[in-house]
């Protein structure tokens, strides 16, 4: 699976993005989705994560409420909607795969990764 991040750029804090992220190579639909950041500095940080079929999800506690991610396995293409962004939340962004069904937080169970795309949010 190949997988191509796009959507991130400089917003201001209490903004919105949308990030996404476009898949190809095989059956996107079979696997759970997942987006991760890391910002300079820091460790890789789980952002949230979307089952195969789109209907169950999962998300960082302190993403609760402001981020929300989704699927559409028709366009192969998942996405991330962020609102009421925080400098805090600057950071590369970076979505993966894994053959898991469901969805999960741990990166060691992403298979595969896209290139990521950089979140900048000014104060």
């Known amino acids: 699976v190949q997988l191509q991040a796009s959507g991130g750029g400089l917003v201001q804090a209490g903004g919105s993005l949308r990030l996404s992220c476009a898949a190809s190579?095989?059956?996107?639909?079979?696997?759970?989705m997942g987006w991760f950041r890391q910002a300079p500095g820091k460790e890789r940080e789980f952002v949230a994560s979307i089952s195969w079929s789109g209907g169950s999800t999962d998300h960082a506690d302190s993403m609760k409420g402001r981020f929300t991610i989704s699927r559409d396995n028709a366009r192969n293409t998942v996405y991330l909607q962020m609102n009421n962004l925080k400098p805090e939340d600057t950071a590369v962004y970076f979505c993966?795969?894994?053959?898991?069904?469901?969805?999960?937080?741990?990166?060691?169970?992403?298979?595969?990764w896209g290139q990521g795309t950089l979140v900048t949010v000014s104060s």
């Open positions: 190579g095989r059956t996107f639909s079979g696997y759970a």
């Open positions: 993966a795969a894994t053959t898991r069904m469901l969805p999960t937080g741990d990166h060691v169970n992403y298979h595969y």
